[in-house]
């Protein structure tokens, strides 16, 4: 929304006689005045530039941020992506490194013998003593206070259980209890001492998991080569024998906890230079966002204490209240959406310098502001498009169409919930898909889309034709629900506003009350009218009409 010319306050009007006779004692010429400054408020910054030769600033800024804060924003993602790339191909080297025979094709890693079990558990804690003469790569065991990390080696066992399938009996305390094992890597092993100095007992009747737990440290070099300085990683490694079951299958499971710290001492020859001219660029970001939020924070303070006015002159001329629609014209969103994306840019730019410069490490915080300033940033520049309506009926019809599709959405929403606990109660049990709630929303929502139907029909496991002929009714009721009649409706929601938009531009749309009193300006942008000048007494007759003005 554009600035507008403050008016100066009404004065109070404490006198009844100056009321009933306000309106026969309205200057027309004061009232023209004030129809013009609306009228200019609500211009577009061509027409601004044609009436006052103001320059459109806030435009010309809001051009240069997105270069900027796009450019930006790039050149983080380059540096996140390195991130979680050295993370994920770490994860998958300590896969190979720790798991035995272990394949990329395999999904279920599982052991099936006891000493299956024995010959894993001995085989990392080998590989792990004998890790700086394996890895091809920079890792090291991590030290507390001089003191080798130990790799621990955890068992979650029933505290008492008696079981005996052939009689169909048991005895079982469901109560946990942990027992641990730490193995230093200060000497290496022998492949027969090892097994003696462990002391582990493995009871497969009271086995719940067996838990392995070792520390791996490593520094991201990659990041170098374009200029960046390294950051150190701790890697928290659990490898997990699951047997919770009991099903004769044990499962095996890795997964890594990374903490990303500070290297505490670091010199990378010629970085300095680079180094400054990211941060100058970052602070160059933070300048235009920073006049981009004044600007735009001072509009929207414009824009209030105009609308108080307008209310002012509503009431004391016409003795009308000012609905709220005509309220929500004054305050114009784009520049609180702008608003929103500058405060969250200063954010995220600040944490980028520290993260640069290495004081921080939070990666994700800032890929979650910058990311969510970019888009907020693009989105608002839709604003200077309001002025062109064919351009603009996208947001015109998201607009009108609004209400209706949130009422339309809470009764979809409604009955596609339902379909989720009942497919999840139900096939649950006998389908993948349908393992969990959220798994569930999210096979039903590719199934709207058209993805996802045949696998569903074909994974149905179960051999109980009750189960089979449910499912069959389940998919063949929700698919011609949700994909040809709701999403139907919902597209002609959309397609209905349209149509009404495309004919309000093409006969015109009803004015408000506002627009109204506007539109009788006749005055075109380029007549000269609009040059500022002294106005304080003309707002002051209109406000308290009872005052002599002459």
């Not at 259980?161 to 209890?177: G, R, S, Y």
């Not at 070792?214 to 990659?222: C, G, S």
Request: aromatic fraction near 12%; charge should be neutral.
């Amino acid at each position: 929304m554009s600035d507008g010319e403050r008016f100066t306050p009404s004065a109070p009007s404490d006198h009844p006689a100056c009321h009933r006779a306000a309106k026969s004692h309205e200057d027309p010429q004061a009232v023209e005045n004030f129809r013009r400054k609306l009228k200019y408020f609500f211009m577009s910054p061509c027409q601004k530039y044609r009436a006052r030769g103001r320059k459109p600033w806030k435009m010309m800024l809001q051009i240069l941020k997105i270069a900027i804060i796009t450019f930006q924003l790039v050149s983080f993602g380059l540096s996140n992506e390195m991130m979680v790339t050295f993370k994920e191909e770490n994860i998958v080297a300590f896969k190979h490194l720790f798991l035995k025979n272990y394949q990329e094709r395999n999904k279920d890693y599982a052991l099936y013998t006891r000493d299956e079990v024995h010959d894993h558990i001995l085989y990392i804690i080998n590989r792990y003593l004998h890790l700086q003469n394996l890895t091809v790569d920079n890792h090291a065991f991590e030290r507390t206070d001089g003191v080798l990390t130990p790799l621990s080696i955890c068992q979650d066992l029933y505290q008492h259980a008696n079981v005996l399938p052939a009689n169909e009996t048991f005895d079982i305390d469901p109560h946990v209890e942990t027992e641990c094992v730490s193995i230093y890597p200060i000497s290496l092993y022998k492949e027969g001492d090892l097994e003696k100095d462990m002391n582990i007992t493995l009871d497969f009747q009271r086995l719940l998991a067996v838990n392995i737990y070792l520390k791996v440290k490593a520094i991201n070099l990659q990041t170098v080569r374009h200029k960046e300085l390294p950051d150190c990683y701790d890697f928290s490694i659990n490898i997990k024998f699951d047997n919770r079951a009991h099903s004769g299958q044990i499962k095996i499971s890795l997964s890594s906890d990374v903490q990303i710290k500070v290297c505490k001492d670091w010199n990378v020859s010629g970085s300095n230079l680079h180094y400054q001219l990211i941060v100058l660029f970052d602070c160059v970001v933070i300048c235009s966002c920073l006049l981009s939020l004044i600007l735009c924070t001072r509009s929207v303070y414009n824009g209030v204490l105009l609308l108080l006015e307008y209310i002012r002159f509503a009431s004391n001329n016409h003795r009308r209240r000012v609905g709220w629609s005509e309220r929500a014209e004054f305050i114009n969103g784009w520049y609180i959406l702008i608003v929103a994306s500058d405060t969250l840019t200063i954010a995220g730019s600040v944490l980028k310098i520290c993260i640069q410069s290495k004081e921080l490490t939070n990666y994700d915080v800032c890929s979650i502001l910058l990311g969510i300033a970019t888009m907020l940033a693009w989105i608002g520049v839709m604003r200077y498009l309001s002025f062109f309506q064919k351009y603009y009926i996208l947001i015109l019809t998201l607009q009108a169409a609004l209400p209706n599709v949130l009422r339309f959405s809470f009764c979809a929403v409604m009955i596609f919930l339902s379909y989720c606990f009942c497919g999840w109660i139900v096939l649950g049990p006998h389908n993948d898909n349908f393992r969990s709630f959220n798994m569930v929303a999210n096979c039903l929502f590719s199934m709207i889309n058209g993805d996802e139907i045949y696998s569903t029909f074909t994974k149905i496991r179960g051999k109980s034709d009750l189960v089979w002929m449910f499912s069959r009714m389940y998919i063949y009721s929700f698919v011609p629900l949700f994909t040809f009649m709701i999403t139907s409706l919902f597209i002609a929601l959309f397609t209905d506003t349209y149509e009404t938009i495309k004919k309000y531009q093409e006969h015109g749309a009803p004015p408000s009350e506002l627009q109204a009193f506007i539109d009788a300006c006749k005055d075109p942008p380029s007549s000269g009218k609009y040059v500022v000048d002294d106005e304080s007494s003309t707002f002051w007759c209109l406000c308290a009409p009872c005052v002599n003005c002459t």
